[in-house]
């Protein structure tokens, strides 16, 4: 969990410093890197904000696998 909100906060800290300074035109291949860059950084923002806004249920899938257990066991 604190893992995804530095991942997360570390994303918004370079989107803020690199936005002004790219130049976001399709005449040169630099426009194009930029546009790529900020799609890649939109991705990482918005893996790492939905890892936080919806964690994994992880004891309904630790039950799951215990009574699955259980079964072939018994």
Do not use: E
């Amino acid at each position: 969990m604190q893992r995804y909100l530095l991942v997360f906060l570390l994303a918004c800290l370079l989107l803020y410093f690199a936005v002004p300074r790219l130049s976001v035109t399709f005449d040169h291949i630099s426009g194009i890197y930029a546009l790529c860059w900020l799609m890649l950084a939109i991705f990482v923002i918005a893996g790492n904000l939905s890892a936080l806004l919806f964690p994994k249920n992880r004891k309904r899938y630790d039950t799951r696998a215990k009574k699955a257990v259980r079964r072939v066991r018994g």
